[in-house]
């Protein structure tokens, strides 16, 4: 029978010569921990010709999917996935910031095809609804088409998904486990850190998708757990406002206040975390005073350790000129940079310099792309922006449906733009009938979350409203 076998961080068997191997019979068997049984098993390897043996223990609960009896088939099934497996898959699918929820849920295989029918599933269990819909397209695709045999251990594979393994299921014998017994307490806010990657997702997923259970949870890390980096992400959240947050600038001073002395101690030692945050303080005067020079010094050394969101920042400084000489193609390939390493805002940003010709020809299919990707994750303001593409797109791209589609979906989430864009439509009536009423609804909402330009809309609009009514 000839098997794949993945064994996390392993010791290799076999070096880069493992072509085949074969069971050669169950020799014994012994309780493991919590009652798993374990299997004593002796395999017999055959590296280019020459045949070697070697014993393992292996869980019974991995033995279904070790095994492939049709040498020809390409792809395996999602349920055939142990955990270890599943994380892997996610890590060679650029998923690896789901990694620690799926580890801590103990999401094998069969669990996410059987168990998961919709993205509110995993938002049920913890994940925000960023993450949720991410995963949960990778999922049908996997359980339609299955996924790769060529799952390989990664050098970035979680030694903490290696060790849950171990302490909840099995011992696993220290001839094929080679652990980092000495492995150093992680930087707070690293970019392997569970705790960076969630409040980076729930920040996002708060501001541009609408999502109330991630501002609970940076509410309750900022204020209960006294946590720097939740309170500088409640800190920006108040100054742009969201559906769940509405603007107030005290509260978001009070937040990067309270956040300011760790930032600048860590600054010091090297945490690059809090080099960006402590960069944005200055940007844009939060609890310092504003110096965006001196934001954008900070952004380099935080970016120059590869954190997306540094990279992402910087390139936009870049782009436009702020604290830094003005070098759109410097500023592009910061954003690349940024993409490279999993920023979805890098992604956007990348599409509007593909739309407008910043650092990089204009290239509409790229854009729209992006577009379509982001949109479809549910941000709210590539929603508007995608709708804006097909109202104001030339004649044989405009599509006034899909416009409309696009932003009452990023108006349902109080994307004020979105929301006074469709009352400047039904105002004067383009691409939809003209309606002075719907109009006024649409800028008083926009009103109740601070535009300016809605205020002075309603004052034009009432006066329409009040003359069909008197018609």
């Known amino acids: ?33 919590e009652g798993h049984y374990v299997h004593n098993i002796t395999l017999n390897l055959t590296l280019h010709g020459s045949a070697s043996s070697q014993t393992i223990d292996i869980p019974q609960s991995t033995m279904p999917y070790l095994c492939n009896t049709n040498s020809n088939t390409h792809v395996r099934k999602l349920d055939s996935l142990s ?21 801590a849920q103990n999401l094998t295989g069969l669990y996410l095809h059987d168990g998961v029918d919709h993205p509110q599933d995993l938002v049920d269990s913890g994940l925000n609804v960023i993450r949720a ?15 790769p045999l060529d799952l390989n251990p990664s050098r970035i594979c979680s030694y903490n998904i290696i060790e849950h393994l171990s302490n ?28 960076s990657l969630w409040m980076e997702q729930d920040y996002n997923a708060a501001r541009w998708c609408s999502d109330a259970s991630a501002v609970d949870r940076l509410l309750i890390a900022a204020n209960n757990e006294k946590d720097p980096i939740a309170q500088m992400h409640l800190s920006l959240l108040y100054k742009h406002g ?14 990067a206040t309270r956040a300011l002395p760790w930032l600048q101690r860590q600054s010091s030692q090297g945490n690059p975390a809090a080099q960006y945050y402590y960069g944005y303080a200055f940007s844009h005067g939060l609890g310092v005073s504003e110096d965006k020079t001196e934001g954008a010094r900070y952004y380099q050394l935080a970016a120059d350790q590869g954190l997306a969101i540094a990279l992402n920042t910087l390139g936009t400084c870049y782009l436009k000129g702020e604290g830094l000489p003005k070098y759109e193609e410097v500023g592009v390939s910061y954003l690349r940079k940024a993409v490279a390493a999993g920023s979805i805002a890098a992604e956007v940003n990348l599409a509007l310099c593909y739309q407008n010709g ?12 992006i577009y379509r990707k982001i949109a479809e994750l549910g941000y709210a303001n590539v929603q508007h922006y995608f709708g804006l593409y097909y109202l104001n797109g030339t004649e044989e791209k405009q599509n006034y449906t899909k416009a409309l589609q696009w932003l009452k979906l990023s108006a349902e989430q109080d994307y004020v733009d979105a929301i006074v864009t469709l009352g400047y439509l ?37 006066d329409l409203v009040d003359v069909a009514g008197e018609i």
Not at 13 to 30: E, F, Q, V, W
Not at 87 to 97: K, N, R, T
């Open 1 to 33: 029978v000839e098997i794949i076998m993945w064994l996390g961080r392993a010791k290799s068997l076999c070096s880069n010569g493992l072509r085949r191997i074969h069971i050669a019979g169950l020799l014994s068997g012994k309780a493991g921990t």
């Open 83 to 103: 955990l270890i497996e599943v994380c892997e898959l996610l890590q060679q699918s650029g998923l690896q910031d789901i990694t620690p929820f799926v580890q």
């Open 133 to 147: 819909k991410t995963l949960f397209k990778r999922l049908v695709e996997w359980k339609t088409n299955g996924v």
């Open 168 to 195: 909840t299921h099995t011992d696993v014998s220290s001839s094929v486990m080679d652990r980092n017994t000495e492995e150093s307490e992680p930087t707070y806010f690293n970019e392997l850190d569970p705790s």
């Open 242 to 255: 969201c559906k769940h947050i509405r603007k107030d600038e005290q509260l978001s001073t009070d937040y």
């Open 358 to 369: 910043f650092g990089l020809d204009v290239n509409e299919l790229e854009m729209v792309k």
């Open 426 to 462: 039904y105002e004067t009536g383009k691409g939809v009938e003209k309606d002075p009423a719907v109009a006024l609804e649409y800028y008083q909402k926009g009103v109740a979350l601070g535009s300016a330009y809605a205020a002075d809309a309603v004052e034009r609009v009432v």
